[in-house]
């Protein structure tokens, strides 16, 4: 028997808050284009993941995936670092 991969969807992001205890605020940004005027439109989204270890800080890149529901706003969990934010 073949093994049958699970569809869950996964977005990349940054982290735009992370002062909530094992919680971070990412932002996903996407470029759609218009249905009237056809222009390509610059489009975002803020999701709240699962961030068990609090290892992921402000600027960090990140991969989240789609989970059962955690809490009332939260159902995603970070899946791993894409990238690091640049020190100040």
């Known amino acids: ?28 940004e996407r470029r759609v284009k218009h249905a009237l005027y056809g222009k390509i439109v610059s489009m975002s989204s803020k999701y709240h993941a699962h961030d068990e270890k ?22 995603w969990v970070v899946t791993k670092l894409v990238q690091k934010a640049a020190a100040v």
């Open 54 to 75: 609090g290892e992921y800080h402000l600027g960090d890149v990140i991969e989240i995936t789609e989970s059962r529901p955690l809490s009332k706003t939260k159902n």
């Open 1 to 28: 028997m073949s093994e049958t991969k699970k569809l869950t969807r996964t977005l990349i992001g940054k982290v735009v808050s992370d002062k909530r205890a094992k919680t971070v605020t990412v932002l996903v």
